[in-house]
């Protein structure tokens, strides 16, 4: 089975940075397209954005446009998410998992909270 393991996460004050990190294992991980998701607490997963395995990027979800990147580094099985000017409203675990088909089971994800 494959395995998503993210880390990074942390708490920050409105307008910090971090860097969430994705470790893929038991895939052919270059191939595989992987997206970035967040649930917030009392709401739906959602998805933020995607990468294929050539680094081509999916429209990045309206609430994240211009301040999130997500990149990927195929040698090492990782994919990334830049996150800037970060706001109380990207409070939520961060997860990362498989573009398709959709996810059917998830990691534990990563806490992120954005104090104002």
């Known amino acids: 089975q494959v395995q998503y393991v993210e880390s990074g996460g942390g708490l920050v004050q409105a307008g910090g940075s971090l860097r969430l990190s994705c470790v893929v294992s038991g895939s052919t991980f270059s191939v595989n397209a992987i997206g970035w998701y967040r649930q917030a607490p009392g709401k739906e997963r959602e998805l933020l954005v995607g990468i294929s395995g050539g680094g081509v990027t999916t429209n990045y979800h309206d609430s994240v446009k211009g301040r999130f990147t997500i990149s990927r580094d195929n040698a090492k099985k990782t994919v990334y998410l830049r996150m800037d000017s970060l706001k109380p409203e990207d409070t939520a675990v961060y997860y990362c998992?498989?573009?398709?088909?959709?996810?059917?089971?998830w990691g534990q994800g990563t806490q992120v909270t954005v104090s104002s």
């Open positions: 998992n498989r573009l398709y088909p959709p996810p059917d089971y």
